[in-house]
């Protein structure tokens, strides 16, 4: 699928992600993957739903769903390029997540954030009501040393 504004575009293309961008980005300067190994990076791409954020043949922006596509999505490695933020293409891009036609009839969609509240919130994602019913086990991260 692809979604198109002004010079940018969304697509789910998975022949069009620029694996080697996205890998630096994550690996270098996003802080919930630092120091990610190409090789992991690649297996969780290959099992997601991707979509890449383009100006021309240059990826400009990522995000991915770990999905069942029935129930339930996991939101992860969202980000946008410093360069391209500020003109509102990562809320953009979320608005074109949640009307992907797989994604619409999910339950539930989940995501963590350290700093982008507002921008989940934009596109209807809140705090959860029962906090204390979520639970997770978490490991240090094997690839870090």
Same mark, same amino acid.
């Given at each position: 699928?692809?979604?198109?504004?002004?010079?940018?575009?969304?697509?789910?293309?998975?022949?069009?992600?620029?694996?080697?961008?996205?890998?630096?980005?994550?690996?270098?300067?996003?802080?919930?993957?630092?120091?990610?190994?190409?090789?992991?990076?690649?297996?969780?791409?290959?099992?997601?739903?991707?979509?890449?954020?383009?100006?021309?043949?240059?990826?400009?922006?990522?995000?991915? *769903?770990?999905?069942? +596509?029935?129930?339930?999505?996991?939101?992860?490695?969202? +980000?946008? *390029?410093?360069?391209?933020?500020?003109?509102?293409?990562?809320?953009?891009?979320?608005?074109?997540?949640?009307?992907?036609?797989?994604?619409?009839? *999910?339950?539930?969609?989940?995501?963590?954030?350290?700093?982008?509240?507002?921008? +989940?919130?934009?596109?209807?994602?809140?705090?959860?009501?029962?906090?204390?019913?979520? *639970?997770?086990?978490?490991?240090?991260?094997?690839?870090?040393?």
């Amino acid at each position: 699928m692809e979604w198109h504004k002004g010079d940018y575009l969304v697509s789910t293309d998975p022949e069009r992600l620029d694996r080697a961008a996205i890998h630096r980005y994550l690996s270098e300067e996003a802080y919930w993957s630092l120091g990610i190994p190409r090789e992991l990076l690649d297996t969780a791409l290959d099992h997601s739903l991707c979509f890449g954020l383009y100006l021309g043949q240059q990826q400009v922006g990522f995000a991915r *769903l770990i999905t069942d +596509y029935a129930t339930f999505a996991y939101l992860a490695d969202v +980000y946008v *390029l410093t360069e391209h933020r500020g003109q509102g293409l990562a809320r953009w891009m979320m608005t074109c997540i949640m009307a992907h036609p797989q994604v619409v009839p *999910l339950r539930r969609i989940m995501l963590v954030t350290k700093d982008a509240h507002p921008l +989940y919130r934009a596109v209807g994602f809140d705090d959860p009501a029962v906090p204390s019913r979520i *639970l997770t086990r978490h490991r240090p991260r094997c690839y870090q040393g």
